[in-house]
């Protein structure tokens, strides 16, 4: 599966547009996360714990997405969108995705 942020893919053409897909992922942050992440902002750095949930919240959202692409028979997704959003408070994360799935054969 093809997944690009842009609108067409190189060596390629689209001959078919499948329909918009999405991949959502709502992902709790637990206690000991947010202990790591609060130490982390007062004394200065980057939060590896919080870095990698959103590593793996990403991915499973293009997953879910490619999968959906692949189901309306689609070898690609063109024009991907990612959102991050923080809910409830601050303590849920949620990654969405989005594209339109097409066909896309060698030009």
Known sequence: MIITTTHTIEGYKITDYRGIVVGEVVSGVNFVKDIAASLTNFFGGRSG????????AREKAIAEMSDRAARLGANA???????????????????????????????
């Open 49 to 56: 714990s919080y870095e990698n949930e959103l590593i793996a």
């Open 77 to 107: 997704v063109v024009g991907v969108d990612l959102d991050y959003e923080v809910l409830g408070q601050g303590n849920m994360l949620m990654v969405t995705v989005s594209g339109t799935a097409v066909k896309a054969d060698k030009a």
